[in-house]
C-alpha cells in the first residue's frame, strides 16, 4: 500500500495563488507517476495534471493549462501543485493519486489510478 497525504488547500480570493503538496509513503515513489484530481460539489471526480515518475512528462487539464504546474522531489517523496490565477470554478477538493509506471505508458494511461489520498479543500472565492 502507498499512503498519500495532502495539504495546502484553504480559502484564497480569486486570483490568487495556492500550492498544494502530498507526501507519499510506503512505496518506492520514483516509480510511480504522480497526479492531482479535483472534484467540485455536486461534481464527478475529474482529472488535474500528471506527471511521469521522473518528471519528464506533464500532462494537464484544458481548464487548468497555463494556470496550475505539477512538480515533484523524488528525494522528498513529495509532488506539488502550484496554482495560479485561481477562479471560483476552481474549489473543489483536490486529490493526489499515483500509478505505478510501466515504459510503455502513453498520456491515456495515466488517468487509472492505483492509489489515492484523502484529500484537501481549496476554496476560491469572487
Known amino acids: 500500500q502507498m499512503q498519500l497525504v495532502e495539504s495546502g488547500g484553504g480559502l484564497v480570493q480569486a486570483g490568487g495563488s495556492l500550492r498544494l503538496s502530498c507526501v507519499a509513503s510506503?512505496?518506492?515513489?520514483?516509480?510511480?507517476?504522480m497526479g492531482w484530481f479535483r472534484q467540485a460539489p455536486g461534481k464527478e471526480r475529474e482529472f488535474v495534471a500528471v506527471?511521469?515518475?521522473?518528471?519528464?512528462?506533464?500532462y494537464y487539464a484544458d481548464s487548468v493549462k497555463g494556470r496550475f504546474t505539477i512538480s515533484r522531489d523524488n528525494a522528498k517523496n513529495t509532488v506539488y501543485l502550484q496554482m495560479n490565477s485561481l477562479k471560483s470554478e476552481d474549489t473543489a477538493v483536490y486529490y493526489c493519486?499515483?500509478?505505478?509506471?510501466?515504459?510503455?505508458?502513453?498520456?491515456?494511461?495515466?488517468?487509472?489510478?492505483?492509489?489515492w489520498g484523502k484529500g484537501t479543500l481549496v476554496t476560491v472565492s469572487s
Open positions: 493519486a499515483a500509478k505505478y509506471e510501466r515504459p510503455w505508458f502513453t498520456q491515456n494511461d495515466y488517468y487509472d489510478m492505483d492509489y
Open positions: 510506503g512505496r518506492t515513489f520514483s516509480s510511480y507517476a
Open positions: 506527471i511521469s515518475r521522473n518528471g519528464g512528462k506533464t
